[in-house]
């Protein structure tokens, strides 16, 4: 297959203009995907929990375990699932912030839910570590951006929307024809001159307006008709 333009030069404007007017439609697809990928949500495969009433120190590389209030009052904390402590930076007053991984949750939980974290007595390491997950405090960090995803979606239908574009436009056989036999045809049209358009322009223009007073002016009429023999109420 020849890569270039198919009879250059023949049916110039009505190509170009087909080709501007495609081009716009891929655009606004594109434009469209990039507001559409806005919901995708990228994986996390790590969190950060931001802790309080701090308890001991967290070790990075232990397992963790994580819970959730109760439903019913009296009974103890649920067990949202595990994790493991990837690092964890002491703050002031008892509070820090701890990355976790591997996260293993169970069926329906979230650690959006969650609301403390416990490693039970680890050898060697002296006292277990507890602390309660501030109120929103449960956050995941994402694995990329979502702008990449955007930009990947979007550059993909620009490209083979170019691509179709210029095929159709500039290289294959039966559309080329049609557009260059479209061209001639065009040329053959006898246009209105611009005094005829300017005449027929005021014409459109003073009719429609002599319409929309007489269908004002009937129904006025019938509105007054109507309301003096009772029908309506003003």
């Known amino acids: 297959m020849n890569i270039g333009i198919r009879k250059p030069g023949q049916g110039y404007w009505v190509r170009v203009l087909t080709a501007i007017f495609a081009g716009a439609l891929v655009l606004s697809a594109a434009l469209w995907a990039w507001t559409q990928a806005t919901a995708y949500r990228p994986p ?9 009433a701090v308890e001991g120190e ?21 067990l949202v699932g595990t994790a493991t402590a990837d690092s964890f930076t002491a703050g002031d007053a008892r509070t820090g912030r ?9 069926d329906g939980k979230s650690l959006v839910t969650a609301s403390r974290i416990v490693v039970e007595d680890i050898v060697g390491q002296g006292a277990p570590f ?10 995941g960090n994402q694995a990329f951006d979502v702008i990449y995803v955007q930009a990947s979606v979007a550059g993909v239908i620009l490209l083979i929307g ?15 024809d049609f557009l260059i036999a ?8 006898n246009w209105s001159t611009r005094k005829e358009v300017q005449g027929s322009t ?12 007489a269908i004002f002016v009937v129904d006025y009429g019938f509105g007054a008709f109507f309301k003096l023999i ?4 003003g």
């Open 230 to 233: 009772g029908v309506l109420q």
């Open 98 to 106: 701890a990355v976790v991984s591997n996260i293993r949750l169970q």
């Open 202 to 213: 005021i014409v459109v223009v003073i009719a429609s307006f002599l319409l929309a007073f």
């Open 44 to 52: 996390t495969p790590t969190w950060t929990l931001e802790l309080a």
């Open 162 to 176: 170019a691509v179709l574009v210029y095929y159709f436009v500039g290289m294959n056989r039966r559309s080329v």
């Open 182 to 189: 479209t061209d001639g045809e065009m040329k053959k049209v």
């Open 58 to 78: 967290l070790v990075s590389g232990v397992q963790i375990d994580v819970y959730e209030p109760p439903s019913d009052v009296g009974q103890g904390p649920v």
């Open 130 to 139: 507890a602390a309660e997950i501030q109120q929103s405090g449960a956050f």
